[in-house]
Nanobody
Framework: QVQLVESGGGLVQAGGSLRLSCAAS????????MGWFRQAPGKEREFVAA???????????TYADFVKGRFTISRDNAKNTVYLQMNNLKPEDTAVYYC??????????????????WGQGTQVTVSS
């Protein structure tokens, strides 16, 4: 059973930065596609970013349009951890951020249903 634990959320002013981490255990991290999603109050969960295998896809990435140029997803297979570096944060980025693991594919995907395991989420609040 794969377990995912997010950390790094908090309160930040608009224009600031945060780095989220998601530590995985109980599986073969290097063979998972990892993704970040978020859910704001009253809204559905939405895709943020994903990263594929390093050995198969070269660690290819994909991003939601609204975070391109501001957020960067990366992974460290030696630490079983995926990161989301978030810069130039905006109040509309306020949400609970979740990481997910897809153990069936090798390339990053934006569909939540593709992910088999989820963390408990970490709150990100951006003040104006």
């Amino acid at each position: 059973q794969v377990q995912l634990v997010e950390s790094g959320g908090g309160l930040v002013q608009a224009g600031g930065s945060l780095r989220l981490s998601c530590a995985a255990s109980g599986g073969t991290f290097s063979s998972y596609v990892m993704g970040w999603f978020r859910q704001a109050p009253g809204k559905e969960r939405e895709f943020v970013a994903a990263i594929g295998w390093i050995t198969w896809s070269g660690g290819s990435t994909t991003y939601a349009d609204f975070v391109k140029g501001r957020f960067t997803i990366s992974r460290d297979n030696a630490k079983n951890t995926v990161y989301l570096q978030m810069n130039n944060l905006k109040p509309e980025d306020t949400a609970v951020y979740y990481c997910g693991a897809d153990d069936d594919g090798s390339r990053p995907v934006a569909y939540g249903r593709a992910y088999d395991y989820w963390g408990q989420g970490t709150q990100v609040t951006v003040s104006s």
